[in-house]
């Protein structure tokens, strides 16, 4: 099994044009993807995140995996600058620069990410493969909605200034409890550490209103690579509303619906699964097929190869799952049949070349 602990990540620095350093990283091999900055990162930080970490495996254990943190965020320089859409895509387009794919890459833009990806596949369409979407718009909070919601959200980037950093975590619970509300207590509190570790309340509260400002939907006929649109049904940070608005918007555009109220796909959730299936189905079909297979395992199943995956015998597998040996041996039984393997050995190389993570 390849886990985020096994795979090597690449730190390095670039500089913008207006100064500003961004810090990127990659890891992983096969096609390109890049992942546009998205809400609040840290490149080291998310290896040990619980909301993140599948995410990461997932990513570069199927592709040349390549992230960078947004300025004034994480390891990037905390000097944010100019904050605008052009601003956002030139900063995209330094990093694929740094990066130096030789080959068309795949953009995945998640939440406010996909307005750079957007933006930079009509800047640069000879250099998109395909577009991925997820959780994303093209218009900002001020530019839908009710007067109402837009007045309430004026006043989270008020208080973002003077309770960000406080060390009573009332605030950024009530903010990121939207973003995961099917989350356990402590992936909401790494949240809430990650919101006091990666920025000031200042630049959060610049990131909310340049965020909300944003209206980019009169572009979306420019673009003309092949796109992929996925939306959590009850995202409450993005209305799916906005995503059926992307998908209509670009033509061709695919569209997902994922059965999920989380604005960040948690690991043990169904959407997450779906999730992986149609992302592989639109970069590389030949991984959909495994990703069916995988699919075809039971929680329980995939928990077992999961540990056989990390070198576990039978006892203790059943150890650490609270269960007999016996009971270990019927699911191994099942995952050789399921997988069309002979033994364990097999089962953890296939498991292993095709990217499975538990």
């Known amino acids: ?13 670039v500089t913008t044009s207006d100064g500003t350093r961004l810090a990127w990283a990659e890891a992983g ?3 390109v993807v890049v992942k546009a900055a998205n809400w609040l990162t840290h490149l080291e930080y998310e290896w040990e995140s619980p909301l993140w970490r599948h995410w990461l495996q997932f990513f570069s254990a199927n592709f040349r995996f390549i992230r960078y943190d947004e300025r004034g965020c994480g390891m990037s320089d905390w000097q944010p600058g ?13 990093v694929i620069d740094a990066a130096r794919p030789t080959e068309p890459v795949t953009l995945l ?9 957007i933006r930079y596949a009509i800047r640069h369409p000879e250099r998109v493969g395909r577009l991925i979407l997820y959780g994303s718009y093209a218009r900002g909070v001020f530019h839908r909605g009710t007067p109402d919601s837009q007045a309430t959200f004026r006043a989270v ?15 950024r619970q009530v903010f990121t409890s939207r973003f995961v509300p099917g989350a356990r207590p402590d ?9 006091r570790k990666s920025t000031t ?61 989380n604005h960040v796909l948690l690991q043990d959730e169904p959407a997450w699964r779906r999730f992986q299936e149609a992302v592989l189905a639109f970069v590389r079909p030949e991984g959909a097929a495994a990703a069916k297979v995988f699919s075809a395992l039971s929680a ?35 995952i050789f049949d399921k997988l069309g393997v002979w033994s364990r050995a097999q089962a953890i190389v296939f498991a292993r070349e095709r990217g499975f993570t538990g």
């Open 187 to 195: 992936q909401l509190q790494w949240f809430n550490e990650l919101c």
């Open 300 to 334: 329980r199943e995939r928990e077992v190869l999961a540990l056989m995956g990390e070198g576990l015998g039978n006892a203790d597998i059943a150890r650490r799952l609270s269960i007999s040996e016996k009971t270990v041996r019927n699911h191994a039984t099942n």
């Open 109 to 117: 833009g998640i939440s406010q990410g996909g307005v750079a990806c």
């Open 29 to 31: 091999a096969g096609p």
């Open 157 to 171: 980037i008020d208080l973002a200034r003077v309770a960000w950093g406080s060390e009573n975590p009332t605030f």
């Open 201 to 261: 309340g200042e630049i959060a509260a610049l990131l909310f209103g340049a965020r909300a400002a944003v209206d980019i939907e009169s572009t979306l006929g420019e673009v003309h690579v092949p796109t992929l649109v996925l939306h959590a049904r009850d995202d409450a940070i993005a209305p799916v509303e906005e995503g059926r608005r992307l998908a209509t918007g670009i033509a061709g555009a695919e569209f997902v619906e994922l059965d999920s109220a």
């Open 1 to 13: 099994m390849t886990t985020a602990r096994q795979v090597r990540q690449h730190v390095r620095y």
């Open 82 to 94: 100019r904050l605008s859409v052009d601003q956002w895509t030139d900063d995209l387009e330094v």
